[in-house]
């Protein structure tokens, strides 16, 4: 008799000789070709990718914000810090606690890599270096992960090896997808979202054994909560492909055989799962949704991002191939068509209903509000939700889509015994991917040539560059200025980098680029006007940079040339200013950002009045107005000149606090010009004292007459720890409990 088991044939002999033995026949080819495809995916892109680590060039885009936070988390981890709540000052948007919102997960790694690294080598591995060999290390696998999930949902070799083939040759015009431009330097920058590509098909398919035979809880719950402790929208893919798997296999027909496979098992075994990633994530999640107000929603995004792009869009998109091939023969989209047939013809094997499913959930959800409209606003999260970033999911279905279909030729052939047959899947597979390859291999060449370009025009500037460096952090602290996005910022360059990028990677405190959008005062920033001297105080921009020959204000001085760039110094309070505060609004973050901008063309900026604002609750014995009313109250208000509070003797700016010696003239508030949190801590003379919140969303602390000793700290909250050390136990009980379970 002869069985066919995905690679290998065996035939059971019952001769004399054999005695029944069971005799392996040489290797099927389909282990050699699925070798070769395999190592011809991963080979590709180490070596199309190389320039990412070759080339030594500063960060672009996203990657300016990662290296930022890579930063700030190697200091956390080695400081006493709490590294997955750390107070990031010099995230742009005037201070953010980035991580109470954004998953941290990717950094711990790569901070102590690289601690470890520098060590053993002196100093010389940096951690732009190895926060860009991780990426490129982590992009250039990613075909192994499609090959290693695809194996377990039970595909054969050959169609999970050119799942893995297919998995990065995906081309969109920058809809953050699972593609190189999400990525590479040219690109997004998307260093996060890249652990989340990694893991995501890993986890599925550990998830979707686990919820199948019981077992390997340990391993899904790991890989669950890493997912979602690595980026948002993965964990949310992730989660909600899960669903879709238990609901897949509560409603397969079982044979008679497997007793213990009912539909009900299959949910208990779901919401144990569930159950479990929740309390290992519980540290991170439930702080984030508990602060969800401080959390913006900006309003300078596109809507399409909360909303993604409607069905009529995205169908048309679909159809013309441009969710899969921009800008080229739309070959991956003919092969995703042909996957999705083979695979509805072999709907009666439970794996092939996989890729159908996970491809056609995602897209439904991908045509988002336009759609669904208040539909949407069931799922959890999704009102603050970027939408259209749910290509991911339907990117991930159409890879093991492309897996099927290019195997199907190759499967065809091999099924056969003339070999000359194998002509047909080589001529075939190579027609429809040289168009592909072409059109990548360009893409890829373009990056390595604005990377080669700005790297030299940097060179260029090396040294003036590093004297202005020096000069920023050997001065009093304050932040600097290089332009807005909107306005010059963004045609100053070195190269392809602009300056406030090279400012911000350095790791000074800007007002620039925002590079996240998360904190409240984010979207007031975008509005700030050059020549204003009431907001360069306001903002604390101290320093600021500009071509030199440029006509500025009468009130910047010159501080220094360094080479084509002129350093200018501006008179500000510091970080600390006294303020005062004779209004309070009280509401939700959605009202917040009318009443700030109106508030910042009134004359209440030069005045120093901040109205309190309350976004969780007006405290007993407080009064507030509505923050709906507040830009209608605001600009009816005239400003009046009032005399001088009082005066910030010194300060000092640390990690995670800010201390000052203040001297007060009347009743005031003692205003941090860094965003508000429920995190920030006042000690005032050695008495912790209540913060507020002050317009436009800064950390203010009563204060009376008299000289004071202020300290105000960003502290991550004993929550935080009690919760991680539950998700510790749970993880430790279900690596116990599984030891422990019996064999079947």
Not at 222 to 246: D, E, F, K, R
Not at 717 to 723: E, N, V
Request: aromatic residues 12%; neutral net charge.
């Amino acid at each position: 008799m002869t069985r066919r088991d995905g690679d290998t044939v065996t035939r059971r002999h019952s001769d004399t000789e054999t005695q029944g033995a069971c005799l392996r026949v040489s290797p099927s080819p389909r282990l050699p070709l699925s070798a070769s495809v395999l190592l011809l995916a991963v080979g590709y892109n180490l070596w199309m990718l190389r320039p990412e680590v070759a080339i030594q060039v500063p960060a672009l885009n996203d990657a300016v914000l990662h290296l930022l936070v890579l930063g700030r988390t190697v200091v956390a981890l080695f400081s006493g810090q709490n590294p997955t709540d750390p107070w990031m000052g010099a995230v742009p948007a005037l201070g953010y606690p980035l991580f109470h919102y954004y998953p941290h997960l990717p950094y711990l790694p790569v901070a102590l890599l690289y601690r470890v690294l520098a060590a053993l080598s002196r100093g010389a591995v940096s951690q732009a270096a190895a926060l860009s060999w991780t990426g490129y290390l982590l992009l250039s696998a990613f075909p192994l992960a499609i090959y290693g999930s695809m194996r377990r949902f039970g595909f054969s070799r050959l169609q999970a090896a050119f799942g893995g083939l297919a998995s990065c040759l995906i081309s969109t015009n920058s809809l953050y997808g699972l593609e190189y431009g999400s990525y590479v330097w040219r690109g997004s920058g998307m260093y996060a979202q890249l652990w989340g590509m990694v893991l995501l098909p890993l986890t599925l398919a550990q998830c979707h054994a686990t919820l199948r035979d019981g077992h390997g809880y340990f391993r899904a719950i790991l890989l669950l909560a890493a997912t979602i402790l690595s980026h948002v929208v993965c964990g949310y893919v992730a989660l909600g492909s899960v669903a879709l798997l238990a609901l897949l296999l509560a409603t397969e027909k079982r044979s008679s055989a497997e007793p213990g496979h009912s539909a009900w098992r299959t949910v208990a075994r779901l919401l144990l799962l569930l159950v479990l990633v929740a309390l290992v994530s519980s540290y991170f999640l439930l702080p984030f949704l508990r602060d969800g107000e401080y959390m913006n929603r900006s309003v300078w995004e596109l809507p399409d991002k909360y909303d993604s792009y409607g069905a009529p869009w995205v169908l048309d998109a679909l159809l013309k191939g441009q969710l899969l091939d921009y800008g080229r023969f739309p070959a991956l989209t003919l092969l995703a068509a042909g996957g999705l047939v083979v695979c509805l013809w072999r709907w009666r094997e439970v794996r092939y209903r996989i890729p159908v499913a996970l491809a056609l959930f995602w897209l439904l959800l991908y045509f988002g509000r336009p759609t669904w409209g208040a539909l949407l606003n069931l799922l959890p999260m999704s009102r603050d939700l970027h939408l259209h970033r749910l290509i991911m999911g339907l990117h991930l279905g159409s890879i093991f889509l492309l897996g099927v279909a290019l195997a199907a030729p190759w499967e065809w052939a091999l099924a056969r015994p003339d070999r000359r047959i194998l002509l047909a899947p080589v001529l075939l597979t190579g027609l429809l991917l040289f168009p592909v390859y072409r059109e990548r291999s360009a893409y890829l060449d373009l990056n390595r040539q604005w990377m080669a370009a700005s790297a030299a025009a940097y060179a260029a500037e090396e040294a003036d560059l590093a004297a202005l460096e020096e000069a920023l952090t050997a001065a009093p602290p304050g932040r600097v200025y290089a332009g807005l996005p909107a306005t010059w910022g963004k045609g100053y360059k070195v190269g392809e980098v602009p300056l406030y990028a090279l400012l911000t990677r350095a790791g000074f405190d800007t007002v620039g680029y925002l590079y996240q959008a998360l904190s409240l005062n984010a979207d007031v920033q975008v509005l700030f006007q050059d020549g204003r001297q009431e907001q360069y105080n306001l903002f604390n921009i101290r320093y600021v940079l500009t071509p030199a020959g440029w006509s500025v204000p009468d009130f910047y001085q010159a501080h220094g040339d360094f080479g084509r760039h002129r350093l200018y110094e501006i008179p500000t309070s510091g970080y600390f200013d006294l303020v005062g505060s004779d209004l309070a609004f009280a509401g939700d973050k959605s009202e917040l950002y009318p009443a700030a901008a109106a508030w910042l063309q009134s004359g209440l900026v030069v005045a120093k009045q901040h109205p309190i604002v309350y976004l969780d609750g007006v405290p007993a014995g407080q009064a507030a107005a509505p923050l709906s009313t507040a830009a209608q109250t605001l600009g009816r208000i005239a400003a009046r000149v009032e005399p001088e509070r009082g005066r910030v003797l010194s300060e000092s700016v640390e990690p995670d606090a800010y201390s000052a010696s203040v001297e007060v003239a009347w009743d005031s508030f003692l205003m941090l010009k860094a965003t508000y949190h429920p995190n920030w801590h006042a000690i005032v003379d050695g008495v912790e004292t209540p913060t507020v919140m002050l317009m436009p969303s800064y950390v203010g602390v009563k204060v009376a007459p008299g000289t004071h000793q202020v300290r105000l700290e960003y502290r991550a909250g004993s929550l935080r720890g009690l919760l991680l050390a539950l998700g510790l136990l749970a993880l430790l009980a279900a690596a116990v409990g599984e030891r422990r379970r019996p064999e079947s």
